[in-house]
């Protein structure tokens, strides 16, 4: 499948790749696994593993926070 997007000129885009950030977010909700992901961005799954952290994306399925909370309360 192919998909074109174009979105207005904002700074808050600038230096941000749509794409690692799309497919990060798709991991995260559980569409897409790591593999997929890293097999469509050209890159290994351990580089998306690591990607994952430039977006706060916890490869365990939960929130850092939650992680925090369930250590705690152990």
Not at 44 to 69: C, H, M, P, R, W
Request: glycine share 6%.
């Amino acid at each position: 499948m192919k998909v074109t997007l174009e979105f207005p000129e904002k700074p808050e885009l600038k230096g941000l790749n749509l794409v690692e950030y799309l497919l990060t977010k798709m991991y995260q909700d559980e569409i897409f696994s790591a593999g997929q992901c890293a097999d469509v961005l050209h890159i290994t799954k351990e580089e998306f593993i690591e990607l994952l952290g430039k977006y706060q994306i916890s490869v365990f399925g939960e929130s850092a926070e939650d992680f925090l909370n369930d250590l705690n309360n152990a």
